[in-house]
């Protein structure tokens, strides 16, 4: 954490008082947006918090008093605030030490940087989306935060959640009752679940719905409370199924959205619902966007090559 000092100039009171605004609201609502604490004697200003928001939260304060002539408007200041929040916590993302997810068999570890701005961005939002080719880690990690807040006791459930398409296939095609037909298509996340958390517990947290598996269809209606929510495989949502699972999300609950917008198994004239979301939420406060790349594969040193191989091929 850090403290700075600095003075406005040149000195006018009728702007110190536009930028201050009544009892000092707009300086609230600066440390609201920042997560710092600001004080100030006349045109003498005091801000502490991390290094790095400090200084983005002096430079708002410089330029918002140079413009402040008028009184200001609270809900342009509160956009450019969430706008100035954002832009901070990417930097923050980039900065200290690579993030890691305990749970009560294994530490994990991100491999590279990318994988350590993933795990620090759920750690600080609501909404995430993880996108890139296999193998990049995007599924296990979200499972990874999941059990881990679980054990935590930071939510009291997990919710596994995908749409039923799949190459072609869809639930009515499949044998038996409805964890039957929903367990093929949740399998690599279960994989997951069994490694970090052993068997018998996922079992038991199965049993008593601590663990809840869904397709996506069931989740209309349903506002998801406590929860961490991930939907995997969201690029073989639609438009308006993406937006249905978003608008499930309640309080206290973390939701992962991971997927790869090259692989989509819907028919070729329907619109995937995450590519769609990338360009409606790209600037929505609170929502975080994590690109993975052929650089970031982590599996067999193949899978990159394979990976490297179809992108040039598509490009073609």
Do not use: W
Not at 76 to 87: C, G, I, P, V
């Amino acid at each position: 954490m850090q403290t700075v000092h600095f003075e406005l100039f040149p000195q006018n009171i009728h702007q110190l008082q536009n930028l201050c605004g009544h009892c000092d609201e707009n300086l609230h609502l600066i440390e609201r947006h920042l997560a710092v604490e600001i004080g100030h004697r006349g045109f003498v200003f005091k801000i502490f918090g991390p290094p790095v928001i400090v200084k983005i939260a002096q430079q708002f304060i410089e330029e918002t008093y140079m413009l402040a002539t008028d009184l200001l408007d609270l809900h342009e200041l509160d956009a450019t605030l969430q706008s100035k929040r954002n832009h901070a916590q990417s930097l923050i993302d980039l900065e200290g030490e690579p993030a890691q997810i305990k749970t009560s068999k294994l530490t994990i570890k991100p491999k590279g940087p990318n994988q350590s701005r993933y795990i620090k961005r759920i750690f600080n939002h609501d909404i995430n989306f993880g996108i890139g080719p296999a193998g990049t880690g995007k599924t296990y990690l979200a499972v990874a935060c999941a059990a881990a807040a679980l054990e935590q006791e930071k939510v009291s459930r997990i919710i596994l959640v995908r749409p039923a398409v799949e190459a072609g296939e869809n639930l009515g095609f499949l044998p038996g009752d409805l964890m039957a037909k929903v367990d093929p298509y949740l399998r690599p996340m279960y994989d997951a679940l069994y490694e970090l958390l052993g068997v018998e517990k996922v079992t038991r947290h199965i049993e008593r719905n601590v663990i809840e598996v869904a397709p996506l269809a069931f989740m209309r209606g349903r506002t998801l409370s406590d929860a961490f929510i991930i939907l995997d495989e969201s690029q073989n949502t639609s438009p308006e199924q993406m937006k249905m699972f978003l608008t499930r999300i309640g309080f206290n609950s973390t939701a992962i959205i991971t997927g790869d917008i090259t692989q989509t198994d819907l028919p070729k004239n329907k619109i995937s619902g995450l590519r769609q979301g990338i360009e409606v939420l790209a600037d929505v406060p609170g929502i975080s966007f994590t690109m993975f790349d052929n650089r970031d594969v982590v599996r067999h040193p193949l899978v990159q090559k394979v990976v490297q191989a179809y992108e040039k091929y598509e490009r073609n």
